[in-house]
């Protein structure tokens, strides 16, 4: 139990459908993240949002929309993907949105997305 | 290009003996690192960090080496267990202190053969 909570863990989309992703983290950070993890790349940076506010968006497609509406809170709202976008889709967290040593990103399980 | 990258995909070894775990960085400005694990179905999970103004830094089983001269950063894990197969994986701060810098590589499959 790393405090981050993610779900659902498993989603099959349509490519018209339009769906959300839901991350809680318990640990009174200020800082959360979404990465994206596919099988032959390495984990990829979306969005990081420092207390509610989004502070970096990694030139990612408008189909994936993010929205903070509070500092324990996260979502990903997709609309119109496209079956490339299937991936593993992980949430994150930490104290704030410095790389001191000792602010440790700490990730949830993850939600695998296929896109059919 | 700059990239974090690992040495090997896959490591096996036999549980009880040491395990080193590699990775390459090529930006000389990088100064915080950090090593995760991720076991099947799960979320990679902090292990141990080290700044760029050290060469070791160790934890629980576990001592991360950093030589910059050569820009390579190692993951030992002492008298391996089966627990420890999992993925393995780099991270790097490419400065300026934002976690939008935390560049990831692969990961390493680590195997315990018991």
């Known amino acids: 139990e790393t405090g981050v909570t993610q779900t659902p863990r498993h989603l099959v989309m349509g490519m018209t459908n339009k769906k959300s992703l839901k991350c809680e983290q318990h640990?009174?950070?200020?800082?959360m993240y979404w990465y994206k993890q596919s099988a032959k790349k390495p984990l990829e940076l979306m969005f990081v949002y420092s207390l509610e506010e989004r502070v970096e968006n990694n030139s990612v497609p408008s189909r994936f929309s993010p929205e903070c509406p509070n500092s324990s809170h996260l979502f990903l709202h997709l609309h119109t993907l496209q079956p490339e976008d299937s991936a593993l889709y992980l949430c994150?967290?930490?104290?704030?949105?410095?790389?001191?040593?000792?602010?440790?990103?700490?990730f949830g399980e993850g939600s695998w997305l296929t896109v059919v | 290009g700059e990239s974090v990258g690992l040495h090997l995909p896959t490591l096996s070894v036999q549980e009880g003996d040491n395990s080193i775990i590699n990775c390459a960085y090529s930006n000389s400005a990088s100064d915080y690192f950090i090593w995760y694990k991720q076991e099947s179905g799960k979320g990679p999970q902090f292990i141990i960090d080290?700044?760029?103004?050290?060469d070791k830094r160790q934890g629980q089983r576990v001592t991360v080496l950093l030589n910059k001269t050569v820009k390579h950063l190692s993951l030992q894990i002492a008298a391996t267990q089966p627990g420890d197969s999992a993925v393995y994986f780099c991270?790097?701060?490419?400065?300026?202190?934002?976690?939008?810098?935390?560049?990831f590589g692969k990961g390493t499959k680590l195997s315990v053969k018991p």
């Open positions: 080290i700044r760029s103004n050290m």
């Open positions: 640990l009174g950070h200020n800082a």
């Open positions: 994150a967290s930490s104290q704030d949105s410095f790389t001191p040593s000792g602010n440790t990103i700490y």
């Open positions: 991270a790097e701060n490419r400065g300026g202190g934002s976690q939008g810098n935390l560049i």
